[in-house]
């Protein structure tokens, strides 16, 4: 009798093990400090909605199989890629893609269910350059050539380089007649060996630039909008909620609504200008996309 009550107490044992195994797979480039604490807070995050699951975090050179999970989380546009073409992202489980821009997305779409770019809209950014030099102002977008895709506004003038002998000749034909360079998501645009030449040619003519992302604010950049971790985890437990709650299906991907605006204030004064405090510019501009 004995014998048969513990072998009930090792199966209930194995069974609770079972249950409490992870049911959402993050794959990261690799596990670093930074990647556990993320999936660390999204699964704490989930502890607070009807979709309590626990995450694993898996790196790159995992070499487990990821058809146990409800769910599979990426963690970069680089990830994803990396996963396709390995052919590890089994059929029928959802895929929810963070951390990749749209570009990447539009690649990939056929392999993801869901999805947070990591940049910022242009709509925002140019509501950023509205909030320090008014809305008024005329701004100006260099791209490379297709201007199709960005916002239509009647202060945004937009400037294909591809219609220009140079990028500097765009460039410079923008600063005459815009307040600020608005600056789009464009890695190859905005890349390190272009960035330095054209934060020298805005401050040559008084002009500053509004960042792409939180990342040209130490460049030289004088403001920008950006998703903290904090930020991107919030999102994700929405998305994750709705997909495998009650509402049983993902929402379509987008743009992250959670985000705060950082100022280079050295810049700032540099070019006379009283900033604004960033938080209250951030809770303003949220607003306004939520009236849109």
């Given at each position: ?6 072998t ?5 044992l194995y069974c609770?093990m ?5 049911d959402?797979?993050?794959i990261a480039?690799?596990s ?6 993320f ?17 694993d975090?898996?790196d790159?050179?995992?070499e487990a ?5 409800r769910?599979?989380i ?6 994803l890629r ?6 590890r ?8 893609a963070s951390?990749l ?9 056929s392999h993801?269910?869901s999805?947070?770019y ?58 005459g007649?815009?307040?600020?360079l608005?600056g ?7 890349s390190?060996?272009n ?15 509004i960042g792409?992302?939180?990342?040209y604010?130490?460049?030289g ?12 985890v919030r ?13 049983g299906?993902?929402?379509a991907?987008?743009?992250n ?14 070019l ?16 306004q996309?939520?009236?849109?």
């Amino acid at each position: 009798m004995e014998a048969v009550v513990r072998t009930c107490w090792a199966l209930l044992l194995y069974c609770s093990m079972i249950a409490a195994h992870a049911d959402i797979a993050m794959i990261a480039p690799s596990s670093t400090v930074q990647a556990q604490k993320f999936a660390q807070m999204l699964e704490a995050s989930l502890k607070d909605t009807s979709v309590s699951e626990q995450v694993d975090l898996l790196d790159l050179n995992t070499e487990a199989s990821l058809d146990k999970y409800r769910l599979i989380i990426t963690l970069s546009g680089s990830t994803l890629r990396q996963l396709i073409a390995d052919n590890r992202l089994p059929d029928n489980i959802p895929v929810i893609a963070s951390y990749l821009s749209k570009a990447e997305y539009r690649q990939y779409r056929s392999h993801v269910t869901s999805a947070i770019y990591s940049e910022a809209p242009l709509q925002r950014q140019l509501a950023l350059a509205e909030a320090i030099f008014g809305a008024n102002e005329v701004f100006g977008a260099l791209v490379a050539k297709d201007a199709s895709a960005l916002v239509s506004a009647e202060n945004l003038r937009v400037y294909p380089i591809a219609e220009y002998d140079s990028l500097n000749h765009a460039l410079v034909e923008l600063l005459g007649s815009s307040k600020a360079l608005v600056g789009v998501y464009d890695p190859e645009l905005y890349s390190a060996e272009n960035i330095k030449s054209i934060l020298i040619t805005s401050y040559r003519h008084n002009r500053p630039l509004i960042g792409p992302t939180q990342a040209y604010l130490k460049a030289g950049a004088l403001a920008s909008t950006y998703s903290t971790p904090e930020d991107v985890v919030r999102r994700l437990s929405e998305v994750v909620t709705e997909g495998l709650g009650a509402q049983g299906a993902f929402p379509a991907p987008g743009y992250n609504p959670y985000f705060s605006v950082g100022f280079n204030r050295q810049v700032g004064r540099s070019l006379n200008l009283l900033l604004p405090d960033p938080a209250d510019v951030a809770e303003r501009i949220r607003a306004q996309e939520v009236d849109r």
